[in-house]
């Protein structure tokens, strides 16, 4: 996970060449974020239009201010599914006597969570992401995983106290698994029909609209996506500010948002820093980390007070731009003010998509979460070798490559179901002590290995 200083993270000399390359590459990752944005936005109960808005608003601040030159940040499934926590307390906790309506709760939570991260960057905090375990990591981004997809099976089958979908249950099954499986099958169809210029059509954006073509065609009466907002104008812009902001800021309000703001922003300090080290490693560059969460601070702040939801440095989209030859912080910039562009051009296209196809784009960004790896590495040692895993419980196994150990997946099972049952802050502070008590104090002559990255866990890389 360490990374070597061999280049500022800033621009090099550009061209006219460069500059367009830049730009073509923000154009194709916006649609990727477009689409991801609706969808997220749609997971953190906050609609499609809070999400699109902060796909954009969040991309173009940080590219221009964070400290890692490349990037694409912007709403991820960890924030989104911490935020659907957090607008459900608002909704379910304050009543009349507070003085505060749920929606100026949520920003004034999502306020403090920028206000945190900034906080963070000026104590200098950025060095400390490399204490967390990576089984700790893995365990966490699984109970994400399951979170998503608990949300989405409420929504789709209405229980749990959440509305169903409005229409008939097997129709919207059925877009609902049609564009589950579009999406996990039109990836490698095009690449093998269409070819390298496959990456300019992301299978979500294909599958959205063919999910969302074949329901207007076949006439299916289905709930679709409502725009619950607008900025078309000056005056529309000034009036959503206004409505937003919160008008209470008194103690109690501010302890009752607390908790929930510390959990976003611990949230956004890890997603965001262990994509940098992700990129760090493709580029060859060094993240200034506390560079990076003032400008993550500021974008969740901005994106609050326009009615957003939170986001951090987002992996996939990040990458992606890396393999399509971004060089510039042009990238990242481009690839937010498309998307707001894009929100304004597209409007009335995207009330045409059902909401059962971001149901089906949700569990799919759920497996994308999820770290598959260190559980199907330890089911086929189970299978292949369970004298050799359970005759000594405790073993390293340091002379096997590639082992998951049984006092690791302990740890990644236990980080997974506190983060379900209780939340993340808690998972993550809890088991990262008792990794370090377990191997300072209480076993420090048989210590607990960790999972190799990249070879044991893909937690660096799926997720987002």
Not at 320 to 337: H, N, Q
Request: aromatic letters at 8%.
């Amino acid at each position: 996970m360490n990374t070597v200083d061999t280049h500022s993270p800033e621009d090099p000399p550009v061209n006219t060449g460069a500059i367009l390359q830049n730009v073509v590459v923000g154009l194709t990752v916006s649609f990727v974020a477009l689409s991801l944005g609706a969808a997220l936005g749609m997971l953190s109960g906050r609609g499609a239009f809070s999400g699109m808005v902060s796909a954009g608003l969040i991309a173009l601040v940080t590219s221009l201010f964070g400290g890692t030159r490349v990037e694409c940040s912007g709403p991820t499934a960890p924030m989104s599914a911490v935020t659907a926590v957090t607008v459900a307390y608002a909704h379910e906790q304050l009543d009349t006597t507070f003085g505060i309506t749920p929606d100026q709760f949520v920003i004034l939570a999502l306020i403090g969570c920028g206000m945190m991260l900034v906080v963070m960057s000026l104590l200098r905090l950025g060095r400390f992401i490399r204490l967390v375990p990576n089984m700790v990591i893995s365990g966490f981004m699984n109970g994400i995983a399951v979170l998503i997809w608990l949300d989405q099976l409420r929504l789709l089958l209405g229980f749990g106290g959440k509305s169903a979908l409005a229409g008939p249950f097997l129709e919207n099954l059925a877009v609902t698994i049609g564009t589950l499986v579009m999406i996990f099958a039109l990836s490698p169809l095009m690449r093998r029909v269409v070819g390298p210029k496959a990456r300019y059509l992301p299978a979500t954006l294909v599958a959205i609209v063919i999910a969302s073509l074949m329901a207007a065609a076949l006439h299916l009466p289905i709930e679709h996506i409502q725009l619950t907002g607008s900025m078309t104008s000056l005056d529309q812009f000034g009036a959503l500010l206004f409505a937003q902001w919160p008008r209470d800021w008194s103690w109690p309000i501010l302890l009752m948002a607390a908790p929930l703001a510390l959990q976003l922003a611990f949230l956004c300090y890890i997603d965001t820093l262990l994509t940098s080290l992700v990129i760090d490693k493709m580029s060859g560059e060094t993240t200034r980390q506390d560079k990076e969460l003032c400008a993550q601070g500021i974008a969740n702040g901005a994106v609050a007070i326009v009615g957003g939801i939170p986001g951090s440095q987002a992996t996939i989209r990040s990458v992606l731009m890396l393999k399509e030859k971004a060089s510039l912080r042009l990238a990242g910039a481009m690839v937010g003010a498309f998307v707001l562009v894009e929100l304004v051009l597209f409007q009335d296209l995207i009330t045409m998509i059902p909401k059962a196809v971001f149901v089906g784009v949700l569990m799919k960004v759920g497996w994308d979460v999820f770290d598959s790896k260190p559980v199907r590495i330890y089911a086929e040692q189970v299978v292949e070798k369970r004298a050799k895993l359970f005759g000594d419980f405790f073993a390293r196994h340091d002379d096997e490559h590639i082992f998951v150990t049984n006092r690791e997946m302990l740890m990644i099972l236990g980080t997974t179901l506190v983060t379900v049952m209780v939340d993340l802050n808690t998972a993550v502070v809890v088991f990262s002590i008792l990794f370090y008590l377990h191997n300072r104090i209480v076993n420090r002559h048989n210590p607990m290995r960790d999972l190799k990255p990249e070879i044991e866990t893909e937690s660096f890389t799926t997720q987002n």
